[in-house]
């Protein structure tokens, strides 16, 4: 990618869930006058906060964040939604002379920011209804299958059971005769809309795996299934958007009686280790990106220096 020095400078600190970004964020942001722009779908819903990992209030106080808080669970959010309010943040942050530092794990969201939103073929319902139909006869993980035929790497990006994008992909595939991979390629390889300045969390796996057990624990004990009762209880509802946060629906089904406390907590530890693995897999598109190994830094101060290296602060 392409950098030019008269587009402004966005700092970016990013990785899979529970890779100790916010709290990294937090001391750079601190040592180097920054203010967060939080790049995470989730946090941007109110009253979602145990579950999304977001900030506490005194950590909000110490540094400024932006894009916490801004919808209610009820409100669909989209990434053009996204685009157009952090691109509002990182002129006012700039103009008053302080540093944007855009940090989060949601990939899309980052990419859309620094490339721009790939738009790809518009809709084409009829196909939509005929894939709708082959899900309900033939099942999602044979439509996934299909999708691996024709395009292998999105296939592995895309969880076997995530009927909207295998759709969606399956779609782009039967209005172009590209692979979906390919065109997202071409996406991730254009000129940047800002000089990013992008730094990764990584860990490896089973390190990884032991972090999100334990932040799911706990989430747990701080209070997550009264958090999701709370938003059970309110009858507007969840959007569409809101819905997918991790962990929310297991909690639910906790609530209504129908299964066990323990059984959910397991099943949300292995979905949040796979959606740590897509997470990676995302990333691991995005060019440019200074990775920094944590478990290799002898404490936290050590990754923060890193950080600030690979930032160029």
């Known amino acids: 990618m392409k950098k030019d020095k008269t587009k402004p400078i966005v700092y970016v600190i990013l990785g899979a869930t529970a890779a100790g970004k916010s709290a990294a964020a937090l001391a750079v942001a601190g040592r180097f006058g920054a203010e967060i722009i939080s790049a995470d779908s989730m946090q941007v819903y109110r009253g979602m906060d145990i579950g999304t990992a977001k900030p506490s209030p005194a950590e909000r106080e110490s540094v400024p964040h932006h894009l916490i808080d801004i919808r209610d669970p009820w409100e669909s959010f989209s990434t053009a939604q996204y685009v157009e309010l952090a691109d509002n943040a990182v002129a006012d942050i700039t103009a008053r002379g302080r540093l944007p530092l855009l940090v989060g794990g949601t990939a899309l969201y980052i990419r859309s920011l620094l490339a721009g939103i790939f738009e790809g073929p518009s809709a084409d319902w009829d196909f939509r209804e005929e894939i709708r139909i082959l899900a309900d006869t033939i099942g999602i993980e044979a439509l996934h299958a299909r999708l691996a035929e024709v395009d292998a790497e999105a296939a592995a990006r895309i969880h076997p ?19 979906p991979s390919s ?55 969840m959007s569409r958007e809101a819905s997918q946060a991790l962990g929310y629906a297991q909690l639910a089904r906790v609530v209504n009686g129908e299964i066990p406390l323990a059984e959910a907590v397991d099943e949300i530890k292995r979905k949040t280790r796979r959606f740590a693995k897509a997470q990676m897999t995302w990333f691991k598109s995005f060019h440019n990106v200074c990775w920094i190994d944590a478990s290799l830094c002898a404490d936290y101060g050590a990754v923060v220096n890193r950080l600030a290296d690979c930032l160029k602060l």
Do not use: C
């Open 183 to 237: 065109l997202r390629n071409q996406w991730a390889s254009a000129d940047l809309r800002y000089d990013a300045r992008i730094a990764g969390i990584f860990w490896p796996r089973e390190i990884l795996k032991n972090r999100i057990d334990e932040r799911v624990d706990k989430m747990v004990s701080d209070g997550w299934l009264g958090e999701v009762e709370g938003l059970l209880g309110d009858t507007r509802g």
């Open 161 to 179: 059971n995530d009927l909207r994008r295998i759709e969606r992909a399956l779609e782009i595939h039967h209005k172009t005769g590209q692979k």
